[in-house]
């Protein structure tokens, strides 16, 4: 019954995984379609940092970009420049989130939510960060 549950969630964590895989891909490609060049279906995560709203849903990544772009271009410095406007409470408090890859897990967080000197992907709920776990598995001779 327990692993009908969590299948969809693994299905999920399998997609974001292949989202980034393809975007580190267009990135090093230095074609100049840049966001062009992301799928029109592809999907991310987002969280909103509202405290009374919370909400976290899926957005295509390549609106998320478009929107990024179009927030840094007047000032570029300003810290409200990486959060978009939330769908739910229609204010400026949305950023791109990670849906943590443990299945046991799963729940959506902001990226980089651990601070500044620690992996963005580091859950804060159970601690796993996917980038720390691949480079331990490098190490150890993998
Ligand atoms: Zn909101
Ligand atoms: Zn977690």
Redesign the pocket.
């Known amino acids: 019954m327990e692993d009908s549950k969590k299948k969809p969630v693994m299905i999920g964590v399998i997609v974001v995984c292949l989202g980034v895989a393809a975007l580190v891909t267009y990135m090093r490609s230095g074609d100049d379609s840049g966001i062009g060049g992301i799928s029109a279906n592809e999907m991310r995560w987002v969280k909103c940092n509202n405290p009374a709203c919370k909400a976290e849903y899926e957005m295509g990544t390549r609106k998320y970009y478009e929107d990024l772009t179009a927030n840094m271009n007047p000032n570029p410095m300003a810290t409200s420049a990486t959060a978009l406007t939330c769908k739910e409470c229609n204010k400026r408090s949305l950023y791109g989130a990670i849906k943590?890859a443990?299945p046991d897990?799963?729940?959506v967080f902001i990226e980089g939510i651990s601070g500044p000197d620690d992996h963005p992907d580091r859950?804060p709920?159970?601690?796993?960060s996917e980038t720390q776990e691949s480079r331990k598995r490098r190490l150890s001779g993998g």
Do not use: P, S
């Open positions: 943590c443990n897990c799963g729940i859950c709920d159970c601690g796993k």
